[in-house]
């Protein structure tokens, strides 16, 4: 069945950078729109993220714009986000989510993808 599986989660300084990753396997990667949203115990799930079937349309968060890039690699079934210049309120569990349906730029920030990872935790320290 399809799996989505995070990686590259740990503890960074204020300031620094972090790169995820989320493989997929199960399907063909190249037709599924994908996203990165986070959540905080306490509070709700926000979309940080998201990327078009082709690379070419993404959208992201008024949160993170400037500072997080979304790309994907196609050949390699896995979809990255770029994190930059990080806050301590960037601290969250980050999940990658998936989804066959042909999705671009706002359209991209919606709650109802089909797949969901595991998520991984992100601890930015002041």
């Known amino acids: 069945q399809v799996r989505l599986v995070e990686s590259g989660g740990g503890l960074v300084q204020a300031g620094g950078s972090l790169r995820l990753s989320c493989a997929v396997s199960g399907r063909a990667f190249s037709r599924y729109a994908m996203g990165w949203f986070r959540q905080t115990p306490g509070k709700e799930r926000e979309f940080v993220a998201g990327i078009s079937w082709s690379g070419g349309s993404t959208y992201y968060g008024d949160s993170v714009k400037g500072r997080f890039t979304i790309s994907r690699d196609n050949a390699k079934n896995t979809v990255f986000l770029q994190m930059s210049s990080l806050k301590p309120e960037d601290t969250a569990i980050y999940y990658c989510?998936?989804?066959?349906?042909?999705?671009?730029?706002?359209?991209?920030?919606?709650?109802?993808?089909?797949?969901w990872g595991q998520g991984t935790q992100v601890t930015v320290s002041s």
């Open positions: 989510a998936g989804d066959r349906r042909e999705w671009t730029g706002s359209v991209l920030a919606r709650y109802d993808y089909y797949y």
